[in-house]
Structure formats: structure tokens, C-alpha cells
């Protein structure tokens, strides 16, 4: 099914080993690919994959942790713009084959659709109990300012923490610029500025500086101590339509008659307010009544959708569009696409996306 191989190199490298070597934590570094597994050759400017048998000469702080780390890289490097439903089901099954063998995940990921990559793995691990961090740069390792460094080694050391010798976080983040966010609550927002993402409907679970101060009280917490369940049955046949001033029947027409089409983002105005026009609400109302689930988020940075709340979105509320609350674009994606591969009943469906599985939205009230 997959034309990328992965070679796992054990114990590529090891970091303060003591007698007490069943206790040290011990971790599993993913390159998928991106900026931060780059390096450049100064002669030719040219960026080539960086050599992870190479990594303490690179990096010799990470001999300054109190863990072990073996690595595990995809033969060919995907850039994030080429990251698909595939490349995530190989992901989730490298840690899955991988779970038990190891107390944490560091998976190396092209920034640009880190937070799509992210949010999906975090619906598609069911009952977490191990940090999975994901992380990149804007700059490639081996550049005199990069930011890479400081991302791998702060990653490296949030997945190996330990309380009561378990792992101290058991949910996907994402690491960035001195920032540790829960992944489903995230959104690039700079390509060029070393604080690329931002989480804004939630704070961070971490702050790095002089010290690593955790906001214990933001992490996700385990109703029970469930076994990890792998959901690898993802759907694929759903678009993000985007409202804007002056939009054609004839966009929002054709979109919604793509054959076989399972779901839409619709990404709305403020807090979730659309066109009022009769055959735009009478286009979603069809869509709606052939089985097409339509989740309403905002197309505002941060804030929530509240249906009903203004006339423009009473309409939407009453065909049955589905409200995103403060849930990401990307989360949205991620969350639509793992509840219909999982064949809910249409009857439950509704209620099911706007209840909170992974922390990614705030509770309706």
C-alpha cells in the first residue's frame, strides 16, 4: 500500500546511561520530512537531508538529557504540502508497532500542514497514555540562526518528563518557538517568523524559558486507563468552502453536487454568520437532506461559532448545520474525516462532533 520505507536505526544515539537504565526514559524520533531534517550544503546553497547518525555532532546538547532516543525515518522525506490520508495511517502505524517499546514520540514535520498532520493523528489515537510531540523549524538544522535546535531539544525533553516514572504528558502536541500546544488547538498563522503557530481558543500547555513551567491544569485528562485503539478508517470526500462577499450560486452549487461527497467545513463570517439568501440556505438544506454533514466554524482567528445567536445564522441552526464552536479549520478536517470513517449513525452524528473527544473544542453549554 505504501511506496515509503522506513528504516529504524536502534540506539542511533544515548544520553546519560546509568545502572538504572530501565528507568530512563526512553523515545521514538520520527522525521517525516521538512525543514528541521534539512541541511545546507554552503557551497552549492542547496538543502539535502540532514544525516541522523549525525545528530549529537550537530546538536551535543541533547547528551545533557536524561533519556535515550532511537530514530526512525521515512526513506524519502515528505514535504508537508504532499502529507495525505496515507502518510498518516503510516504514521499512526509506526507508533502503533512502536507503542509499547517506547515512553514517548518526537515526529519531525514540515510546519505547513503540521497542524492538519497533528490534529488527525490525535482523533486517530484513541486512549493516549504517551506524549506525542510534534515539531519543525523555519530553518534548517545546520543554518547559524536556526531554529531547529532549541525545537528537537525541548521537544526531546517534554516527551521524556516523567511523573512517578510515567510519561508526564499522554496527548499530541505541538512544540514551537518556546511554546507547547495541544496539536488539535493549533493554526500556522507566519511563514516567515520563528513563532509560527499559535493556539487561539486555548493557552499552552508549556512555556520554555529559563525554566519549563507546565499548566498542569490544561492537560488533557483520561477518563479511564483504556488500551490505545488505532482508527485508521479516515474520509476523504470533503471540501472546505470558504464564504465570502459575493459568492455565486453557481460556486456553492457545484461544490456541494461533487459526486459522493461526505461533508464540508463551511467557514463562516464572525460567529458563524452566512448569506441570507434564499438559494444558499435552500442549496446547504438539499445538501443536508442527501446525507451531507456541514460543520459551521469561523473564518476569525480566534473566538467561536454561535448559532443562532444573530438572524444570519438562525437559518443555518434550523437545517441542521452542525456548529463547529471554537474548533480550528484544520481540527474540523481532522475531526470529520476520522467520525466518518467511524459510520456513526446519522441520527447521533451531530451530536457526536459537537462533543468534545480530544480536548480539540470547548464544551457547548
Known amino acids: 500500500m505504501y511506496f515509503y520505507l522506513v528504516n ?13 537504565m530501565a528507568k530512563t526514559p526512553h523515545l521514538l524520533l520520527i522525521y517525516t520530512g521538512g525543514t528541521i531534517g534539512m541541511v545546507k550544503d554552503f557551497k552549492t546553497g542547496v538543502l539535502k537531508p540532514f544525516n541522523f547518525d549525525k545528530l549529537i555532532k550537530h546538536i551535543p ?8 532516543v532511537d530514530s526512525f525515518s521515512f526513506d524519502t522525506p515528505i514535504d508537508s504540502s504532499d502529507m495525505n490520508q496515507e502518510e498518516w495511517i503510516l504514521l499512526v502505524e509506526i507508533i502503533e508497532k512502536n507503542y509499547d517499546k517506547y515512553d ?21 489515537l484513541e486512549n493516549l497514555g504517551k506524549p506525542v510531540i510534534f515539531t519543525g523549524s523555519q530553518l534548517p538544522i545546520g543554518d ?6 532549541e525545537n528537537l531539544i525541548t521537544s526531546i525533553e517534554i516527551a521524556s518528563t516523567q511523573k512517578n516514572e510515567k510519561p508526564l504528558i499522554t496527548e499530541v502536541c505541538l512544540y514551537f518557538e518556546y511554546k507547547l500546544y495541544r496539536a488539535n488547538r493549533t493554526t500556522k498563522i507566519n511563514a516567515e517568523h ?14 520554555s524559558g529559563v525554566h519549563l513551567k507546565f499548566n498542569y491544569h490544561l492537560f488533557f485528562k483520561k477518563e479511564n486507563a483504556a488500551p490505545l485503539k488505532v482508527r485508521k478508517n479516515l474520509e476523504n470526500n470533503i471540501v472546505i468552502l470558504k464564504i465570502f462577499p459575493g459568492i455565486t450560486k453557481e460556486i456553492v452549487q457545484n461544490i456541494l453536487r461533487i459526486q459522493d461527497l461526505k461533508g464540508v467545513v463551511l467557514e463562516t463570517y464572525g460567529s458563524g454568520n452566512a448569506p441570507t439568501k434564499k438559494w444558499f440556505v435552500n442549496l446547504l438544506k438539499d445538501a443536508v437532506k442527501k446525507g451531507v454533514y456541514i460543520v459551521n466554524v469561523t473564518q476569525c482567528v480566534a473566538g467561536s461559532v454561535i448559532m443562532g445567536q444573530y438572524e444570519t445564522s438562525v437559518e443555518l441552526e434550523k437545517i441542521g448545520i452542525i ?11 481532522a475531526k470529520l474525516m476520522y467520525l466518518l470513517g467511524e459510520n456513526i449513525p446519522k441520527n447521533e452524528f451531530k451530536k457526536v462532533f ?12
Open 104 to 124: 514517548g514520540f518526537v515526529v519531525l514535520h514540515g510546519s505547513d500542514t503540521m497542524s492538519y498532520t497533528a490534529s488527525a493523528i490525535s482523533f486517530m
Open 323 to 333: 456548529s463547529g464552536n471554537d474548533i480550528t479549520t484544520e481540527s474540523a478536517l
Open 144 to 149: 547559524l540562526r536556526t531554529d531547529a535546535k
Open 61 to 68: 546538547e541533547i547528551n545533557h538529557l536524561d533519556c535515550t
Open 8 to 20: 529504524l536505526q536502534h540506539k542511533l544515539f544515548q544520553t546519560q546511561i546509568t545502572d538504572k
Open 354 to 365: 459537537e462533543s468534545q473527544l480530544r480536548g480539540e473544542m470547548s464544551e457547548l453549554t
Open 194 to 207: 520563528f513563532e509560527a503557530f499559535t493556539s487561539p481558543n486555548y493557552p499552552p500547555l508549556a512555556v
